[in-house]
């Protein structure tokens, strides 16, 4: 959907917002009632917030989801696309190779200078997981870890979603403690033990039919697995 100088796009039966209502001015959707202010700097902003929508089987319920404001940046190598635009592709494709990622739900950024002006994303808020950071903190600090596996069970099941990521062709660029989020439930399959690993911020991401073994190092300097 178009209006004025926005477009907007939607993804499944979402009730509220009313996309087409927003369109004027996109940042008043940070106004809505129940939402909180997770995190605001110099890139954007998040906020936390429940959306009205609809089952599988068309009965109102309420959806966690995170708003997303991406600030434009000063250096960028794409001129045609918004940042949220290239993190909602970069998520359907991460989905896609089978690699957990909040689904985008909405998009909406500026139909003349997408480059050039704020962009917005409304994904799916991961309630229950928790930042691969706090996890590494623990176990750098030797503290009990956050999550229901020993440190060694908990490095390996890491580098094998690590692995997992670029198997699958996926060079995030961005691998940080805080990009990685994970469940500290474990599941466990045929008696052994898994955790559900999830990526965020991707819009930096590339894909590739075979990862070099110099970006899987370059990802993997920026996650500073323990030794």
Request: glycine fraction near 6%.
């Amino acid at each position: 959907r178009r209006h004025g100088k926005w477009r907007g796009l939607i993804r499944g039966a979402i009730l509220t917002p009313a996309i087409k209502d927003y369109l004027d001015d996109p940042d008043s959707l940070f106004g809505l009632p129940g939402g909180k202010n997770i995190k605001s700097s110099k890139r954007g902003r998040l906020f936390e917030l429940d959306l009205d929508s609809l089952n599988a089987v068309g009965e109102k319920v309420s959806l966690p989801v995170i708003l997303k404001r991406m600030n434009t940046r000063r250096f960028i190598s794409d001129r045609t696309q918004s940042r949220a635009a290239k993190a909602w592709n970069n998520s359907c494709k991460i989905i896609q190779r089978g690699i957990q990622a909040p689904v985008p739900l909405i998009l909406i950024d500026h139909v003349e200078s997408p480059t050039c002006e704020p962009s917005y994303m409304v994904v799916e808020n991961l309630r229950g997981y928790i930042p691969l950071r706090h996890v590494l903190n623990a176990v750098r600090s030797g503290k009990s870890l956050p999550i229901d596996v020993d440190r060694n069970t908990f490095v390996r099941l890491l580098a094998g979603f690590v692995r997992e990521i670029h198997k699958n062709g996926i060079y995030h660029r961005d691998l940080t403690g805080g990009n990685i989020l994970l469940s500290p439930h474990v599941i466990h399959t045929e008696k052994v033990p898994r955790l559900k690993f999830a990526l965020i911020d991707v819009a930096r991401s590339r894909f590739r039919r075979r990862v070099s073994l110099l970006d899987r190092h370059r990802d993997l300097s920026r996650v500073r697995l323990p030794a």
